[in-house]
């Protein structure tokens, strides 16, 4: 395969599944969000929604801590 394209590698290509294992999708206050566990708490990684409204949502913006 060849890609003629100005982007990165590791944009094209996915990194090692070990990065993917640590993430999950989980609900918090009826919000989809896709987190990644860091001790007791959640980072969240991505809002899942399709709601637009859940988006401006101060306390599930990607790089944000909740406790579930």
């Known amino acids: 395969m060849i890609l003629y394209t100005t982007v990165p590698?590791?944009?094209?290509?996915?990194?090692?599944?070990k990065a993917?294992?640590?993430?999950?999708?989980?609900?918090h206050n009826g919000i989809p969000l896709l987190v990644q566990q860091e001790e007791?708490?959640?980072?969240v990684i991505r809002v899942?929604?399709?709601?637009?409204?859940?988006?401006?949502n101060d306390?599930?913006?990607p790089g944000e801590?909740?406790?579930n």
């Open 48 to 56: 899942m929604s399709s709601d637009p409204a859940h988006f401006l």
């Open 65 to 67: 801590f909740i406790t």
């Open 40 to 43: 007791n708490k959640y980072r």
């Open 9 to 17: 590698y590791d944009l094209i290509f996915q990194s090692d599944a």
């Open 59 to 61: 306390s599930v913006c």
């Open 20 to 27: 993917y294992n640590a993430q999950m999708v989980m609900e």
